[in-house]
């Protein structure tokens, strides 16, 4: 498989949360920040220093998170049931938080494409209990995959067939969109344990289909790398799959993991939030 190849062991960097998610690169400070999602808080692993710090507490539930272009920190908060902006000046504000009058479920996860819009998916699991939100009923009548232009507030569901979306992101030309989808969880029988694929058309998308089944578990939170192999959170571990769909390894982890993404000077280090911990595993480039 060309691209990132895992190499060496998987180092357990700290272990501060109660269900730690989204991981998130910011190569500016040589750090990862992460989200507590029900310790309501998060965390900041220095690379350089090797140590852990309290990054923002409360965070309203934060939970996927994302870094633009700018490299600010761009968070879905199941407490505000919205989407905030951390500033380079360490404010933070709320960039959307209600589709046609009605608040979001809970935002989920979040990807930012090259052109500033914001894509990010609206599962119901911060409204249905209050361990990762406050529980509440649902405003809008589905759970879909929106795209957010900041610069003008122009908001449009980009996808409305996903039962249950949760992670996603672009594969490295951005004309593909892949997504989550969970919904085994709550539709044992009918529901979803898969990756999907869609085409992007602007800010919309084309009619999805299955990339890849995962197993064991189901997916939640993944990335893409350089040559467009995607790594996959599952029950216990990250399988990796090649731009086909075809699963091409696993990396073995002791905790159900939640999220990935690359980091690290040479973007070849897999950093991985599994239940309590941040890990982090280094890849070979492969050509």
């Given amino acids: 498989m060309n691209g990132l190849m ?5 180092e357990r960097l700290c272990s501060p949360a109660i269900w730690a998610e989204g991981p998130v690169w910011l190569p500016q400070q040589d750090a990862v920040v992460f989200s507590d999602v029900k310790g309501n808080r998060m965390f900041r692993w220095s690379r350089q220093e090797g140590e852990l710090s309290l990054w923002r507490s409360p965070s309203h539930y934060a939970n ?6 700018e490299g600010r920190v761009v968070s879905c908060e199941h407490g505000r049931r919205g989407i905030s902006r951390t500033e380079s000046s360490g404010e933070v504000h709320m960039l959307i938080e209600r589709v046609d009058g009605k608040r979001f479920n809970s935002p989920n996860d979040v990807a930012v494409r090259s052109d500033g819009t914001i894509w990010f998916t609206d599962p119901p699991y911060g409204i249905t209990g209050d361990e990762e939100g406050y529980k509440s009923e649902s ?4 759970c879909y995959l929106y795209c957010f232009d900041p ?3 122009s908001l449009n569901i980009a996808a409305c067939d996903l039962q249950r979306p949760n992670g996603l992101a672009f594969s490295p030309d ?3 969109l892949y997504v989550a989808d969970m919904s085994i969880v709550d539709f044992p029988t009918l529901g979803r344990s898969e990756l999907r694929v869609y085409q992007v058309d602007g800010r919309e998308l084309s009619c999805g289909r299955r990339f890849a089944t995962v197993a064991p578990g189901f997916p939640d939170g993944f990335c893409v790398d350089r040559a467009g192999n995607l790594f996959c959170s599952c029950a216990d571990g990250v399988l990796i799959f090649d731009s086909q769909g075809k699963q091409q390894g696993k990396i073995d982890v002791p905790e159900r993991v939640s999220n990935c993404t690359f980091g690290g000077p040479d973007g070849n280090e897999l950093y991985i939030t599994a239940t309590t911990s941040l890990y982090r595993r280094v890849l070979n480039t492969q050509g």
Avoid at 6 to 10: E, G, N, R, S, V
Avoid at 64 to 69: E, F
Avoid at 139 to 142: F, L, S, Y
């Fill in 174 to 176: 951005e004309s593909l």
């Fill in 6 to 10: 895992a190499d060496h062991q998987l």
């Fill in 139 to 142: 405003q809008v009548i589905g």
């Fill in 151 to 153: 610069r003008d507030g």
């Fill in 64 to 69: 996927g998170n994302a870094r633009d272009a």
